[in-house]
């Protein structure tokens, strides 16, 4: 079956402008979550969202990221008023129910490049 | 504040040799602990994960060790092949919660 897939795979803006990222995660996977990896850093976690719970947005590093998740699938990531310091590699990934005591494995999306001028 | 550390940036082995990559941890809390392997634009895959009872995690070529009283981890591949010419991550959790922390990468290159 196809795997997580992320667009655009690149995108270039500038300074103040918003963008959307999207990620479509593996069917079935009812957990998706948002991670970035800033130049030289390891993968940060942003959010995560699992069925209809709460997503977890304690990774979030200001108000000017939010994300959403519709109908338990598609994810979108989006960034308000970007800033050069939001230029990274943003990657979703998804894995199946996860229940406390078990961690199940995430699998990742390739990524959306976003640079800010 | 980095709670995975992974100290070396890149490694370089000749082919059919060991490659050992090193991960060293800070938060005593972390219970499980996870590789995963990074071809250029591609996502991370997952590839060999032990949880803290264990010290050893034995997957065909990829070996896992934890040493809990020194927090660290390595990764052991043997023999080495080109196509493991990767950045690899090492990552870990507590609670075996989904929220994994990651190390910044070594990057792999096994000459041939």
């Known amino acids: 079956g196809a795997g997580v897939s992320q667009s655009p795979s690149n995108k270039v803006t500038e300074k103040g402008k918003d963008v959307e990222l999207r990620c479509d995660p593996i069917?079935?996977?009812?957990?998706l979550y948002w991670y970035r990896q800033s130049l030289g850093q390891g993968l940060e976690f942003l959010i995560y969202f699992q069925g209809n719970s709460a997503p977890d947005k304690s990774g979030l590093p200001s108000d000017r990221f939010s994300a959403e998740r519709t109908g338990g699938s598609v994810s979108t990531l989006t960034i308000q008023r970007t800033q050069q310091e939001d230029s990274a590699v943003y990657l979703c990934a998804s894995s199946l129910l996860t229940k406390r005591g078990y961690t199940d494995t995430q699998y990742f999306g390739p990524g959306t490049r976003l640079t800010v001028l | 504040d980095q709670q995975v550390k992974q100290n070396s940036p890149s490694l370089s082995v000749q082919e059919g040799r060991i490659s050992i990559l090193n991960c060293d941890y800070t938060n005593s809390m972390f219970d499980y602990f996870l590789w995963y392997k990074k071809y250029p634009a591609e996502g991370p895959t997952f590839l060999i994960s032990?949880?803290?009872?264990?010290d050893k995690n034995e997957d065909g070529r990829f070996t896992v060790f934890l040493n809990k009283s020194a927090k660290h981890l390595s990764l052991h591949i043997v023999p080495s092949q080109p196509g493991d010419s990767a950045v690899y991550f090492c990552a870990a959790s507590r609670d075996s919660s989904y929220k994994l922390i990651f190390g910044s990468g070594t990057r792999l290159l096994v000459r041939p």
């Open positions: 069917s079935g996977h009812t957990a």
């Open positions: 032990i949880s803290s009872i264990k």
